[in-house]
C-alpha cells in the first residue's frame, strides 16, 4: 500500500523542522556544540526521531542552522538593496551582520578547526554572500559614499574585526559606536558615518560625536528642537540629492 504524504504532513514537517533549527542555534550560542541532540529535541518541543529524521548527524544540523543564518542576511541585505540608497544600504547590512555575530562565533569557531568544513549547502550560501556584499559595495562607491580603494575582502577583514570589538564589550551600545567610528574609515576623506539619519542599526543607537553635514562634513549647529539638521546649506542638500538620482 502506498502511504499518501498530504499538505499538512508537509507543513507540520517545515514547522518541526524551522523549530529544531531554532532550537538548534540557540543552544549552540548557550553551550556550544557539545549539546546533545536529545537536548534539542526537548527545547524544540518534538522527539529525537524527528531531529534525526530531518538530520541525521550532528554536522547536518551544524551546517543547517549556519547556512539559515547567512541565508537570512543575505535576505536583508537585498531588502536593504530595494529600499534604501546605496550608501545606507551597504553600511546598513554591514551593522546586520556585525550585530548578529555573537550567534554564530561557537559554530564559526568549529568549522575553522575542521577540515571537513566547509560542506556543498553552506559553500553556495557564502558565495550568495560575497556577491551580495560586492554589489552593496559597488553601488555604494558609484554613489561616492565608500572609498573607491576598498575591495569586498578589505571590507570583510573589516567587518570581522568590528564583530570582535563589538563582542569584547560588555556595554553594547558603547560597542556600537566603536565599530561605527571604525567604519567612518570607509567613507571619503571629509564625510562622517556616525551620526545622521541614513547610518542607525535596528535600535535606532547612535555614536556620541557632533554632527557634520553629509555632503561636505561641516559641522552643523545643535538645534534644541525639531529634527536635526543633515546638510549645512541648500547646495549641499542639492548635491547629495542629485547623487541619490544618479544612475
Same mark, same amino acid.
Given at each position: 500500500?502506498?502511504? *499518501? ?41 518534538? #522527539? ?25 542576511? *543575505? ?16 553600511? @546598513?547590512?554591514?551593522?546586520? *551582520?556585525? @550585530? ?43 554613489? #561616492? ?15 570581522? #574585526? ?22 567612518? @574609515? ?30 561636505? @562634513? ?30
Amino acid at each position: 500500500m502506498t502511504t *499518501v504524504i498530504g499538505a499538512g504532513d508537509r507543513s507540520d514537517a517545515r514547522r518541526n523542522r524551522a523549530r529544531v533549527l531554532a532550537a538548534a542555534a540557540e543552544a549552540f550560542a548557550e553551550r556550544g556544540l557539545d549539546v546533545p541532540l536529545g537536548d534539542i529535541a526537548r527545547r524544540a518541543g518534538v #522527539g529525537a526521531g524527528t531531529v534525526y529524521r530531518h538530520f541525521p548527524s550532528k554536522n547536518a544540523l551544524v551546517e543547517a542552522v549556519m547556512t539559515r543564518q547567512l541565508a537570512e542576511l *543575505v535576505a536583508s541585505g537585498e531588502r536593504r538593496t530595494a529600499r534604501s540608497a546605496p550608501t545606507e544600504a551597504f553600511f @546598513g547590512f554591514l551593522l546586520d *551582520v556585525i @550585530g548578529t555575530s555573537n550567534s554564530r562565533v561557537t559554530v564559526c569557531d568549529v568549522m575553522s578547526a575542521d577540515a571537513s568544513w566547509p560542506r556543498p549547502l553552506l559553500t553556495a550560501t557564502v558565495a550568495r554572500l560575497h556577491q551580495l556584499l560586492a554589489a552593496l559595495l559597488g553601488a555604494a562607491q558609484r554613489a #561616492g559614499g565608500v572609498r573607491p580603494d576598498l575591495d569586498p575582502d578589505d571590507v570583510v577583514a573589516i567587518t570581522i #574585526g568590528c564583530a570582535a570589538m563589538l563582542a569584547a564589550r560588555h556595554d553594547r551600545a558603547a560597542g556600537l559606536a566603536l565599530v561605527r567610528l571604525t567604519l567612518d @574609515g570607509l567613507r571619503p576623506s571629509g564625510t562622517a558615518v556616525t551620526e545622521g539619519r541614513s547610518f542607525r542599526d535596528s535600535r535606532g543607537l547612535r555614536a556620541a560625536v557632533l554632527p557634520v553635514c553629509e555632503d561636505c @562634513g561641516a559641522a552643523l549647529t545643535v538645534r534644541p528642537t525639531g529634527r536635526p539638521a543633515r546638510y549645512c546649506g541648500a547646495a549641499c542638500r542639492q548635491r547629495a540629492r542629485r547623487r541619490r538620482l544618479a544612475p
